[in-house]
């Protein structure tokens, strides 16, 4: 018996040591393997960039309301997309309330007769218009936009969900002010940098992608007049609200994206991948932005496009197109992470300037351009001008070690 004890309590002992010897053990695997998953870290490989000349820059619409939005007036489909034809858009989204229509956009907006073209390409879609804010939808072919409305109120992880399986682009509207986009910006491909013709309400909205930017979400900027009011088609139809169309109707702004090909869904890419610009209207210059990874004198990526930082120096080269680009200075401000990186001032009949930076090696950065100087006139929508002051455009980010698969 003593024997026995004496037997159990070195079995104990041992135990206890083993027990010991393992805690110890697991602690400093813990302290050596535990380290920040999150950290910054080399990128990898990066896809290859598509090609900048296999392509279509398209202009369209991607915010505004027909009279199947209950707000607005003198505003009929096929007054829109006439008024869109003239002007010569390539695209447009009509974003009905979809709250007016309890979801049902496809059997309001998208059967109604007016709702054909045969010269401007028709993006699906529909203004998510919800307690916690304002989305659009922007879809190549018609989806069941009913699911997105019923789950509005829902946890954004369900509503997540849902949104991968109808596949469509989901974008962030006015996403500062009244209806603010009160989702996770995790939600959403693309964000409103330009909300109507009123350039200086935009300021939170372009703090807030800066600060998307900065945290790794490669979110595309994109505008939308959100105009709601048309021509009356006699003085008795004209509203408290039908002086707003001689300042903000179709294409104020514009928003440019280059498509791979001439189709709604080559529209839809595009936005998703960024390389997108914005314009203050129809004929105002289109800003352009390029780099040239390796200095020997061909631009290698756009605005829009992610690629590896190599420590070597970057040219950049900022041009304004257009066919008639107005006299005078334009003046380009350059913001790289979310900072002013630098201010040029450029003019003539293709003004252009360049600039050199060094991306670095490890963790992301981005360039993003603002281009302010003479307006162009609007000979259709008379007063945007005056209310636009002197924005001209904004391109899109050209972006070095942005993880794709964030
Ligand atoms: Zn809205
Ligand atoms: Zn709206």
């Known amino acids: 018996m003593y024997k026995n004890v004496l037997k159990n309590t070195s079995v104990n002992l041992f135990s206890i040591i083993l027990v010991a010897i393992l805690f110890i053990n697991s602690a400093v695997s813990a302290q050596s393997t535990g380290k920040n998953p999150w950290a910054i870290k080399d990128v990898g490989t990066l896809p290859p ?26 505003n009929s489909v096929a007054k829109i997309l006439a008024f869109s034809q003239s002007v010569g858009m ?25 709702f054909k073209s045969d010269s401007v390409l028709l993006l699906y879609g529909a203004e998510w218009t919800t307690t916690r804010g304002h989305g659009n939808v922007f879809s190549a072919k018609p ?13 954004d992880t369900v509503i997540g969900r849902i949104k991968r399986q109808l596949g469509i682009h989901l974008s962030a509207n006015h ?8 989702y996770s910006y995790d939600l ?7 909300n109507s013709v009123v350039w200086s309400k935009n300021a939170n909205a372009i703090m807030i992608w800066d600060d998307m930017l900065s945290s790794g979400r490669k979110l595309t900027g994109r505008g939308g007049s959100d105009a ?40 839809i890419d595009a936005l998703t991948n960024g390389r997108v610009s914005i314009s203050s209207n129809p004929y105002a210059p289109r800003v352009e932005f390029y780099a040239d990874l ?18 070597k120096p970057v040219k950049f080269r900022v041009q304004l197109t257009g066919e008639h680009i107005p006299e005078g200075k334009f003046t380009i401000t350059v913001i790289k992470d979310g900072s002013k990186f630098g201010t040029f001032e450029a003019e003539g009949k ?12 490890l963790g992301r950065s981005y360039y993003r351009v603002i281009v302010e100087g003479p307006g162009t006139p609007y000979p259709q929508v008379p007063g945007a001008m005056t209310v636009n002051g002197n924005m001209v455009g904004l391109s899109n980010p050209i972006c070095f070690n942005f993880d794709p698969n964030f």
Request: negative net charge; proline residues 5%.
């Open 228 to 267: 709601h009011h048309g021509t009356p088609d006699s003085p008795d139809k004209a509203t408290a609200n039908s002086g707003q169309r001689n300042a903000n109707y179709v294409g104020t702004p514009t928003t440019w994206v280059f498509a791979k090909e001439r189709s709604s869904q080559a529209v």
């Open 90 to 114: 390539d695209f447009i989204c009509i974003t009905d309330h979809d709250n007016h229509v309890d979801g049902d956009v496809a059997h309001n907006t998208w059967t109604d007769p007016e």
């Open 294 to 311: 390796n200095q020997d004198g061909t631009m290698d990526m756009m605005m829009g496009d992610n690629a590896k930082a190599t420590g």
């Open 350 to 361: 293709m003004p252009m300037i360049d600039f050199t930076d060094t991306p670095k090696m």
């Open 49 to 74: 960039i598509s090609s900048l000349t296999k392509g279509f820059w398209l202009k369209g619409e991607l915010h505004i309301h027909s009279s199947h939005s209950k707000e607005s007036s003198n």
């Open 188 to 194: 959403v491909n693309s964000i409103e940098v330009w």
């Open 143 to 155: 989806y069941n936009h009913q699911l997105l409305y019923n789950v509005r109120d829902q946890r």
């Open 175 to 182: 996403p500062s002010g009244k209806d603010n986009f009160g």
